[in-house]
């Protein structure tokens, strides 16, 4: 019960890796992705982009300028132009 | 013939070369591992990319699709977007990419188009000016960048969008070298704005939600897909720029080597017979007391 991450910068791949839950800055609010959420897409605001390895523990924040989340089958992929930290 | 000391001094210069040449082929092949790991890392970006451009696009057709996607509706004002170089020493890449460039220019012009170039890169400039003296536009100048990145792409690409969008052109092509190997690379065309439809993606059956919707994420999306093209050709010229310097200044090497050579054999045979005629003198003229 993991879900698939995925972040992509032009750059190169920075995350790959099954977590529990993340919450990306959507363009129109900011909305959480778990395991076998439906299919979704969304262009995101410049924000920061909150990671929970696991259920409970502290989350890693991500900050991203200017790209788009999509949810598939296969997880969430973060496309942004810049990453911070 | 060359005196003996004209001899040495000229082995010695080319001696010099060799070591000039020798040392930029060493970094050339450093270089071109970098240059080939971030070509590859930008992989991933490109095609995802790729395929949600794909999936959307199928979506929104018609008049509501973006100026990028839907072009100005004619064909007549047409761009080269022609990316090269900014130094020298790589060998036949240049002229390679400006002759590609010049072919696509003439069939252009031979179907009545009219014809524009945007040069990316110091080492078009001067052969294309030669040919088409009025015909450029404008010349994005890298040289002074030390390692090229995304954002002299996106300067690039708001540039040329800004001007598609001011209709100074109807559609542009990219004109790049693509990296094959050290001793190939193959300069390209392909069209970059209006940005090509892509062939159909295949469906996923599930319905996907959209926020906003379609239309406003895809006018996001294409001058991205823009971006992404160009900083693909930068990092390929790069690539390439430093396989084709490698090659050639191995070439330079090899062919400072067999100067070396034959110099020094022509050097040792105008001494020895130096050396054969002071003798023979010595003897005559121990002979004539």
């Known amino acids: 019960m993991a879900l698939h991450f995925e972040l992509v910068t032009p750059s190169k791949l920075v995350r790959s890796e099954d977590v529990h839950m993340v919450v990306v800055p959507g363009a129109e609010g900011e909305f959480g992705v778990l395991e076998g959420h439906a299919p979704f897409m969304s262009t995101i605001r410049d924000g920061a982009v909150q990671v929970w390895k696991t259920e409970g523990s502290t989350p890693e924040t991500i900050e991203v300028r200017g790209g788009f989340a999509e949810v598939g089958e296969n997880g969430l992929t973060v496309l942004a132009e810049h990453v911070d930290g | ?289």
Do not use: W
Request: glycine share 6%; aromatic share 4%; proline share 4%.
């Open chain 2, 1 to 289: 013939m060359a005196s003996l000391k004209e001899l040495k001094d000229r082995i010695g210069s080319v001696k010099s070369t060799q070591k000039i040449t020798k040392a930029k082929q060493m970094v050339a092949a450093a270089k071109l591992r970098k240059a080939q790991a971030s070509a590859e890392a930008a992989r991933p970006y490109g095609e995802r990319l790729a395929s949600v451009m794909a999936s959307l696009a199928s979506k929104v057709s018609g008049d509501s699709a973006p100026l990028l996607l839907r072009g100005t509706g004619s064909d007549a004002k047409h761009l080269l977007v022609v990316v090269n170089t900014d130094k020298g020493l790589c060998g036949g890449l240049n002229s390679n990419i400006v002759k590609e460039a010049k072919l696509q220019a003439k069939k252009l012009m031979a179907e009545g188009k009219d014809v524009t170039f945007y040069l990316v890169g110091k080492k078009g400039r001067a052969p294309i000016k030669r040919e088409y003296p009025n015909k450029i536009g404008h010349h994005y100048d890298t040289s002074d960048v030390r390692h090229i990145g995304f954002a002299e792409a996106e300067g690039i690409a708001a540039d040329l969008i800004a001007r598609f969008e001011a209709g100074e052109f109807d559609i542009a092509h990219l004109v790049y070298p693509i990296f094959q190997s050290a001793l190939v690379q193959n300069p390209t065309t392909v069209q970059l704005l209006p940005v090509p439809s892509p062939e159909t993606a295949e469906e996923s059956d599930a319905a996907v939600e959209y926020e906003p919707d379609e239309e406003e994420i895809l006018a996001e999306l294409l001058p991205r897909y823009v971006k992404t093209q160009l900083f693909g050709a930068l990092l390929e010229r790069e690539a390439s720029e430093q396989g084709a310097s490698m090659t050639a200044m191995d070439n330079a090497t090899r062919n400072a080597g067999d100067l070396i050579d034959k110099l020094t054999i022509q050097y040792n045979r105008s001494r020895q017979a130096a050396i054969t005629t002071e003798l023979i003198e010595i003897i005559a003229g121990a002979e004539a007391l």
